[in-house]
């Protein structure tokens, strides 16, 4: 088995009357990179915080990298590193001397060209913070992250506001981490992301896990339905199939063997000269099954 990173049994932390983490249990493999996801006032926030020593839990078992993350010793925070939403950087200093500053706070640190290499900021190390894009920024704040060449890097929401290019950019950089050995803890709000990036995710809603596993297997998606969407030109006669849906020449067809419901409906299409336009062929997405689970627990 491979090694745990994180080990949460039991976890809750309350506000006063509101519950903001109710019992939780999760794991975290050595090497993998981890998903949180959730709604807003979730208990994410909460949960994470817990697991970087930065809040008190009211009950349950936290174990981080061997560790009781509560204590919050030396060694401990040596061997993680954290990338918040936002981080205040000093903008007159160059990118080389934030890293370097931060470097310096280390027992251990990455060297610096290993660092700066691994964020992709080769082109404007000597360029000073002020003068960064957005999306350059977001790369410095990974980069103090790593300064410390964590084990375990928390990383929250680190491609919110970005293009789609820099977004695929940031993606490629957390691959590259994953592919050092590092192990990653992500939060973030786009379902794209978490598909393209996690080994497993889990699901909070109002302090409780809701589903965790693998993308692809979440909710049941391996084993769901397909659904296959077309258009029927108007004045076409309906395919000899099992409809679910027909509104205004749009068709919606789920079945269990689309292998044999796609050559059914094109050799239909093809032996009655109708175009099945715009067809698409889908399990339901990683947001599909987020949104219904986020619904359901919420409703």
């Not at 926030?45 to 020593?53: H, S």
């Not at 960064?132 to 704040?141: I, P, W």
């Not at 290019?165 to 990653?184: D, E, F, P």
Request: aromatic share 6%; net charge negative; hydrophobic share 40%.
């Amino acid at each position: 088995m491979p090694e745990t990173a994180i080990q949460v049994r039991g976890l809750r932390k309350s506000y006063g009357a509101v519950s903001a983490v109710a019992g939780i249990d999760l794991s975290v493999c050595a090497g993998e990179v981890f998903a949180l996801l959730g709604p807003n006032g979730a208990g994410k926030t909460t949960t994470v915080e817990i697991l970087e020593g930065h809040r008190r839990r009211d009950a349950g078992e936290v174990v981080v990298l061997d560790a009781d993350p509560e204590l919050g010793t030396r060694g401990f925070r040596s061997r993680i590193g954290i990338v918040l939403q936002s981080t205040g950087l000093q903008p007159y200093l160059t990118v080389d001397e934030v890293i370097e500053l931060f470097r310096g706070y280390y027992p251990n640190p990455l060297p610096l060209d290993e660092i700066v290499s691994l964020v992709g900021l080769e082109e404007k190390r000597h360029e000073r913070v002020l003068r960064l894009s957005g999306g350059q920024q977001r790369r410095l704040d990974v980069a103090i992250g790593l300064a410390g060449n964590p084990e375990l890097l928390f990383l929250d929401e680190p491609t919110t506001g970005f293009d789609p290019s820099a977004r695929h950019v940031a993606w490629n950089m957390i691959r590259g981490l994953q592919s050092l050995g590092k192990t990653v803890f992500l939060t973030t709000h786009y379902m794209d992301e978490a598909q393209a990036l996690a080994d497993r995710v889990a699901i909070i809603v109002d302090g409780a896990i809701v589903a965790e596993g693998p993308p692809g297997t979440l909710g049941g998606r391996a084993d769901a339905a397909t659904r296959i969407r077309f258009h029927l030109p108007p004045g076409s006669s309906r395919p000899p199939i099992q409809l679910t849906a027909q509104t205004d020449g749009s068709v919606d067809i789920v079945t269990p063997d689309p292998t044999q419901t796609l050559y059914d409906l094109t050799s239909w299409a093809l032996a009655n000269g109708v175009s099945l336009l715009g067809l698409e062929v889908s399990k339901p997405s990683l947001e599909d099954v987020y949104l219904s689970l986020t619904r359901r627990e919420i409703s």
